[in-house]
């Protein structure tokens, strides 16, 4: 079932949106050589918690942690510990908050240091092709407009898209219906509605789409070794442009 959500609960969803973006923002404060992800970990959690709400990830299916940090060829789900960031490296990170029943997700790519110009092409794309996708969170559209859009993008510059995980409704549960692929042909699935909230989240690679997943259970890294990005905010779909309720 896709639920489209009251003005009442949208208010409660942008209230968890922005404690997300607030954690974003200090992630990107405090990316850089030496930290180690458990230090991130810890920001992000003492953030989430300071404001009230509770980190939407620590213990949801058994994760032990309120951020995933996926490093390089990580693509997404890694498990902060003592491993610390070095110069050249690059780091997605997805996070999210519960807040009053309601939840908000999202997921940005950091650049630690001085990384190379390919590096960061990908996160460039990445991100890119999260904004090509929102053209399409209109009413009226079908959802796999939007899957249509960010694939055709990435591929454009000669990158890849992860198959395996794709992005989600969300509301009262991190994860509700619909899934949202990343790739796809245009004008399939159901039309969106005013009040819909989707987690839209790119996870691209630079070489193959291919992937699995660690011996920890947790952490997916790309067959071939490639880099890999995430992008990923939690909108809404209104009556004219769609709402990022998790900063921009």
Same mark, same amino acid.
């Given at each position: ?44 959690? #003492? !953030?989430?918690?300071?404001? @009230?709400?509770?980190?939407?990830? *620590?213990?949801?299916? $058994?994760?032990?942690? /309120? &951020?995933c940090s996926?490093? #390089? !060829?990580?693509?997404?789900? @890694?498990?902060?510990?003592?491993? *610390?960031?070095?110069? $050249?490296?690059?780091? /997605? &990170? ?108 790119p996870m ?42 998790t900063g921009?």
């Open positions: 079932m896709i639920f489209t959500r009251s003005e009442q609960e949208l208010m409660r969803m942008r209230r968890a949106g922005v404690i997300v973006g607030e954690v974003h923002e200090l992630m990107k404060q405090h990316v850089r050589p030496g930290i180690t992800t458990r230090e991130l970990d810890e920001i992000a959690e #003492n !953030h989430i918690r300071k404001c @009230g709400a509770e980190p939407a990830f *620590k213990g949801y299916g $058994g994760f032990p942690a /309120s &951020i996926s490093i #390089n !060829h990580q693509v997404v789900h @890694g498990i902060p510990g003592n491993v *610390k960031l070095a110069d $050249g490296d690059i780091i /997605s &990170i997805d996070t999210g908050a519960q807040l009053e029943g309601y939840f908000s997700d999202a997921a940005k790519t950091y650049p630690v240091g001085n990384v190379s110009s390919d590096a960061q092409n990908l996160i460039d794309v990445t991100r890119q092709s999260f904004y090509e996708g929102l053209k399409y969170v209109r009413e009226g559209c079908r959802l796999s407009d939007i899957s249509h859009a960010i694939q055709t993008y990435a591929e454009s510059h000669g990158f890849s898209v992860v198959r395996n995980y794709v992005g989600h409704g969300i509301g009262t549960a991190m994860h509700e219906e619909p899934q949202i692929p990343n790739f796809g042909s245009p004008g399939k699935g159901p039309r969106l509605r005013k009040g819909m909230v989707l987690a839209i989240e691209i690679n630079a070489g193959s789409y291919n992937v699995h997943v660690l011996s920890d259970g947790w952490t997916v890294v790309t067959d071939d070794g490639s880099l890999s990005a995430h992008y990923e905010h939690t909108v809404a779909v209104t009556e004219n442009l769609p709402e990022i309720l921009c």
